[in-house]
């Protein structure tokens, strides 16, 4: 089974900038789409980004023109770009398969967006 780790979150004002990262440690590569989703205070897990083996992207509608999401293969690892953060942006953000995220969660990592 493949293990996820997120990092990169932490405190940022609003209007900063951060980038998230994605692993899967032991892995030699994880050979499909994959995601990611972020659960604010109070919400559901959504969906955030996706970004395809071949490097295709496609982002949801509302962060769009503010993330940028890629990976690179050779070291296992996915990257979150998010610009201009708003504090509707807080939450903890994870990585998963994507549109079916079937593999086991990681513990996410904390985006805090201060207005």
């Known amino acids: 089974q493949v293990q996820l780790v997120e990092s990169g979150g932490r405190l940022v004002q609003a209007g900063g900038s951060l980038r998230l990262a994605c692993t899967a440690p032991?892995?030699?590569?994880?050979?499909?789409?994959m995601g990611w989703y972020r659960q604010p205070p109070g919400f559901f897990r959504e969906w955030v980004a996706s970004?395809?083996?071949?490097?295709?992207?496609d982002v949801a509608d509302s962060v769009r023109g503010r993330v940028n999401v890629s990976r690179d293969n050779a070291k296992n690892t996915m990257f979150l770009e998010i610009q201009n953060l708003e504090p509707e942006d807080t939450g903890l953000y994870y990585c998963?398969?994507?549109?079916?995220?079937?593999?086991?969660w990681g513990q996410g990592t904390q985006v805090t967006v201060s207005s």
């Open positions: 032991g892995r030699n590569s994880v050979n499909y789409t």
């Open positions: 998963n398969s994507h549109p079916v995220p079937f593999f086991i």
């Open positions: 970004v395809t083996f071949a490097g295709d992207s």
